[in-house]
């Protein structure tokens, strides 16, 4: 099984490229970060944690940027996002903000995508949030279009276009595996339609997870369980099937940050 960490990346906390160095250095295998364009002041949407929003959710970098930054001072890190919230994202910006990073890091994207829950963030898009799974799924369809045809066109519900040019197209064919977000049966449904791997909360029960890797069982589609703690099954998610496991790294300053690192690579044996 393989290892590696998900986090908020922020103008507080360690570095992009010093995160990716000292991540590869110890062994992890992934680096996922967090997406949010700005956070409203005025909020009535419920975080799911409970209490204040933290302040990382207001301070977090363009995961794209930060993730270029990562992909120059590595080699073989993978470099993904979890989520990133497509249903309110430019669908051909999108395209080539994963397809430059895919080319610039020989391949090594994951996408992971959600549906996202914070409402405010989503209408100041002008995204209706009872329809932000419809959408999502339809900017995944005509994302994998872009990707993949040199003259790529899409007509749907919400989008629409003719054909269009759009390169570079990504390393990876035929392109950067798609992670999909949640644990809901319209997350799975999604999941079936157009993911390639599943990206499971850790506080998905393991039953749950063996339940979801049987039904996936004639389809070629990994599972990479993301937020775990030091104190998490593991044993139990290699059990069930998980292929990865990403351990959430609270954004802190540089030295602290490669302690709690230090500490995480012995505990798994990375070090």
């Not at 009535?44 to 120059?72: I, Q």
């Not at 759009?166 to 999604?190: F, N």
């Amino acid at each position: 099984m393989k290892f590696g960490v998900n986090t908020f990346v922020t103008d507080e906390s360690i570095r992009p490229d010093a995160l990716g160095r000292a991540l590869e250095e110890r062994g992890f295998e992934t680096l996922l970060i967090t997406e949010h364009s700005h956070i409203p002041v005025s909020r009535e949407t419920p975080w799911s944690g409970g209490g204040e929003l933290p302040r990382e959710y207001y301070r977090t970098y363009d995961p794209f940027v930060a993730l270029a930054l990562a992909s120059a001072a590595t080699t073989t890190l993978t470099l993904g996002t979890a989520v990133a919230l497509l249903a309110q994202r430019d669908v051909f910006q999108t395209a080539k903000e994963v397809a430059t990073l895919d080319v610039l890091s020989g391949g090594r994207v994951l996408f992971g995508v959600g549906v996202g829950w914070n409402r405010e963030e989503m209408r100041n898009h002008g995204v209706d949030p009872g329809r932000r799974g419809p959408l999502l799924n339809e900017k995944l369809a005509a994302l994998k279009e872009i990707w993949t045809h040199d003259e790529a066109e899409f007509h749907g519900e919400y989008l629409d276009f003719d054909p269009v040019f759009s390169w570079p197209k990504p390393v990876r064919r035929p392109h950067p595996p798609i992670a999909i977000g949640g644990e809901s049966p319209a997350a799975l449904e999604r999941l079936a339609r157009y993911g390639d791997e599943w990206l499971p909360r850790a506080k998905t029960p393991v039953a749950e997870l063996r339940r979801v890797k049987a039904w996936l069982s004639e389809r070629d589609i990994g599972i990479t369980l993301c937020g775990a703690t030091a104190d998490s099954p593991i044993a139990a998610y290699a059990e069930s099937g998980v292929d990865r496991v990403t351990f959430t790294l609270p954004p802190a300053p540089e030295a602290e940050t490669l302690h709690y690192l230090d500490q995480l690579a012995k505990l798994m044996g990375t070090d």
